[in-house]
């Protein structure tokens, strides 16, 4: 008799179950729910004071809930203990706004810095995977001695986003990705995303207030408001909402974010896109 073994289902890369989180006696979040999908790039956008750079940190591991639970790649960041937390850690990558290199360290030093901090590479091997890392951001060799101060906007995100991938992650968090680039800067390192998501087959969450990044990269859109996931799907779905920050948002790229969604599905499917 033959029988058929269903296809395993893939777990999630982030859940968040029922969060609360009180920061000096004010309520950010409070029985917020939200999941990541493996290979997803997902969006969180929110008005000012909404808790999303307080829920990356919450997904990074660097600060706790004061209810409720954040399991990354399968591990309760909350009950986990020290090595088990380094181990999560060396598997994903942030891209910190305005890049946070390090203005004392060369930019090859800034991409080699995780690699170090493990202390079981040799230096010749630490430095070829930093250059490497430097490649696949689109940073030359000729570069690597540069100081942070010598570096253009564009670059100084390309230098960093190298050093949250240097470590060969499975998952990316980016916090405000083109903040202060130039819009030819800013579409540049969008391509650029988009292109290391597919080849290091990455999951991505990220946190902006940029329409067109949005646009550009996100398969799903998470806003936060009210203390929770007030609404969470395609940009499609999500941007017609008639919640009040929902319409202020995206007031006016309704249409751009259906077209956007749609060019990226004739994609998938290998078709050609038709000019909007």
Do not use: W
């Not at 891209?95 to 810095?113: I, T």
């Amino acid at each position: 008799m033959n029988t058929t073994v269903p296809a395993a289902v893939p777990s999630p890369a982030i859940e968040v179950v029922n969060l609360r989180t009180e920061l000096g006696g004010v309520v950010v979040h409070d029985g917020l729910n939200l999941q990541v999908d493996d290979g997803e790039v997902l969006a969180i956008v929110g008005g000012s004071g909404s808790g999303k750079t307080t829920l990356l940190r919450l997904m990074l591991g660097l600060q706790a809930p004061s209810a409720g639970e954040v399991r990354v790649l399968g591990h309760p960041l909350g009950a986990c203990g020290r090595h088990e937390l380094a181990r999560v850690q060396q598997r994903r990558g942030v891209l910190f706004q305005q890049g946070a290199l390090f203005s004392a360290l060369s930019v090859l030093d800034n991409v080699a810095l995780p690699l170090r901090e493990l202390r079981t590479l040799p230096p010749d091997v630490v430095r070829e995977l930093a250059l490497r890392a430097l490649a696949q951001a689109g940073i030359e060799a000729e570069h690597a001695r540069k100081m942070p101060a010598e570096l253009s906007g564009g670059m100084v995100k390309r230098v960093a986003l190298a050093r949250a991938l240097v470590l060969g992650p499975s998952l990316l968090f980016l916090d405000e990705p083109t903040a202060g680039l130039d819009p030819q800067s800013s579409k540049a390192f969008v391509r650029l995303v988009r292109e290391l998501r597919q080849e290091m087959r990455l999951t991505v969450v990220m946190v902006t207030h940029d329409v067109d990044t949005l646009c550009a990269l996100a398969d799903r859109v998470a806003v936060l408001a009210d203390r929770h996931v007030v609404a969470i799907g395609p940009l499609a779905e999500v941007a017609p909402l008639p919640h009040p920050f929902v319409r202020s948002f995206f007031l006016g790229h309704q249409s751009r974010c259906q077209a956007e969604s749609l060019r990226r599905y004739r994609e998938s499917l290998h078709e050609p896109a038709v000019a909007a």
